[in-house]
């Protein structure tokens, strides 16, 4: 399995932006489609974006609504998530998870990162 670090998470008034990445080691990064995913206290886990691992394939949640962007640069093994207008119900711990391919669970996660933004 392929390890992963989350990182710039923090705190933010609502309308801001935060960037946040998520670092693999232990296998080929490019190997694997990555996702972000999140959960907000009492509440489950919900799917927030996907990439392929050509790149060349992006999804994302509903609630997204053009505001956050997945993208990924194999050359440093990280998968980014830039977030704009943010809102406080954006707040929740954020996930990076890894999948073999499409026809994989995302079987490899990350510690989370806390998000937390403030009205």
């Known amino acids: 399995q392929v390890q992963l670090v989350e990182s710039g998470g923090g705190m933010v008034q609502a309308g801001g932006s935060l960037r946040l990445s998520c670092t693999a080691s232990?296998?080929?990064?490019?190997?694997?489609?990555m996702g972000w995913f999140r959960q907000a206290p009492g509440k489950e886990r919900e799917f927030v974006a996907r990439?392929?691992?050509?790149?060349?394939?992006?999804a994302y949640g509903d609630f997204v609504k053009g505001r956050f962007t997945i993208s990924r640069d194999d050359a440093k093994n990280t998968v980014y998530l830039q977030m704009n207008s943010l809102k406080p119900e954006d707040t929740a711990v954020y996930y990076c998870?890894?999948?073999?391919?499409?026809?994989?669970?995302?079987?490899?996660w990350g510690q989370g990162t806390q998000v937390t933004v403030s009205s």
């Open positions: 990439i392929t691992r050509s790149g060349s394939s992006t």
């Open positions: 232990g296998r080929t990064f490019s190997y694997y489609d």
């Open positions: 998870a890894a999948r073999a391919g499409a026809y994989s669970p995302f079987g490899s």
